[in-house]
């Protein structure tokens, strides 16, 4: 696959210099949009050790332990 057909997300968190969590997430580039937003919402909870318990105007949930294909 071509790489300009592909999403792409490259991410560094430094939490108060104790720790880094970082992820390079490449998704082809029809991949739905909640699917690429639930990884981006599990790397934030990973990094801060809880649920930041959000959703979108539909109920569905984001994050660490949910799903979305």
Known sequence: MNDDENMKLTMSINYCGEK?????????FDTQWT??????VQVLELSYGYSF?????????????????
């Open 20 to 28: 880094e969590l970082s992820v390079d997430i490449t998704r082809p």
């Open 35 to 40: 699917v690429f937003l639930n990884e981006i």
């Open 53 to 69: 318990n959000i959703q979108d105007d539909k109920g569905k949930k984001f994050g660490i332990g949910h799903h979305h294909e």
